[in-house]
């Protein structure tokens, strides 16, 4: 096997852990980050709307759809009808022109008036890119991942700045189903009925704190996970969900500091190897990962997380070690 092709089958089932499969939820709208090697037509428009639905949101989506097609002068007569960030965003890489050095300037410009906003220095390093300039990109994507750090941007310029490691982060998979009710309301309901839930206990705030996760807000749902440990102090669960929250491609440390003790004083909980084998995957070390997630559906074949590791097992079947 070619090792593009073992990167291509662990980021797919890293994608896989991304999506919470069994959680239940129908949250995340978040656009995939580019590869960095992909560098011809328009810069990536990496526009995060989240759950909303106004009529503003919609407009943006439909623009950013034009956008993706190679359709930018249609999109960019929708983004200039509005004037939130995400639209001047949009409108100043809808006159892109790599051929013409003046089409440069909106992004740049945005770049100066908005220094904190991790929207406007993401988009404004994918442009450097674009232009061939990686070493001032990578100094906005890291501008980016610090000014707004619990932000679906964030996330992307940590994708850009750690090409090696798969797209997005590992996602906390709860044990637990979530309640019915989830699967009648729309995603903003979802949210909204996560959010009023929370404080009625550990569960309620592991559910959220996912939810919020897979909206891109990964230290406000380190703050739920916290909030359930602190309510279960003798549960595992809530102790693995913060460590994998805590996930960094800078430093994975964070959260194997974590894991490794975890498995060691709880040798039997699914949820601990589980997360341990996702969180491997993460670091490409495929068949350790492997071996976790084993012991995890070992652990109860039939439960949630024993389906979701044989899940895992079978895509990563043919990838093996280097």
């Not at 997005?168 to 979802?190: D, E, I, M, T, Y």
């Amino acid at each position: 096997m070619s090792p593009r092709l073992r990167a291509y089958l662990v980021a797919a089932a890293c994608a896989a852990a991304a999506a919470g499969l069994t959680v239940g939820l129908t949250l995340a709208t978040r656009t995939s980050t580019p590869h960095r090697h992909t560098q011809s037509g328009l810069p990536p428009l990496l526009l995060d709307l989240g759950v909303r639905t106004d009529a503003e949101a919609v407009a943006l989506r439909r623009a950013s759809n034009l956008y993706d097609r190679g359709e930018a002068h249609r999109a960019g007569l929708i983004f200039d009808r509005h004037r939130s960030l995400e639209a001047q965003v949009g409108a100043a890489l809808s006159v892109w022109d790599e051929s013409i050095p003046v089409s440069f300037r909106g992004i740049s410009d945005l770049a100066r008036t908005y220094p904190r906003s991790s929207l406007v220095q993401l988009e404004y390093g994918l442009a450097l890119f674009w232009r061939g300039d990686a070493a001032a990109a990578e100094a906005a994507w890291r501008t980016a991942r610090r000014a707004e750090p619990d932000t679906p941007y964030a996330i992307h310029a940590e994708d850009l700045l750690h090409p090696n490691f798969p797209r997005g982060l590992p996602n906390f998979v709860p044990s637990f189903r979530p309640p019915p009710v989830l699967a009648r309301l729309s995603p903003p309901k979802q949210l909204a009925f996560l959010r009023a839930q929370a404080p009625a206990g550990v569960h309620a705030r592991l559910l959220y704190g996912v939810a919020l996760q897979r909206l891109g807000h990964q230290l406000s749902a380190l703050r739920q996970f916290r909030a359930a440990a602190v309510l279960a102090p003798a549960d595992p669960e809530p102790k693995v969900a913060v460590a994998v929250a805590r996930f960094d491609k800078a430093n994975p440390s964070r959260t194997f500091s974590r894991l490794g003790p975890l498995a060691r004083r709880y040798p039997r909980s699914q949820s601990v190897r589980f997360h341990l084998g996702l969180c491997l995957l993460w670091l490409g070390s495929v068949d350790k990962a492997k071996a976790e997630l084993r012991l995890a559906r070992a652990a109860g074949p039939k439960t949630t997380l024993g389906i979701e590791a044989q899940r895992f097992l079978e895509r990563l079947r043919s990838v093996g070690t280097r």
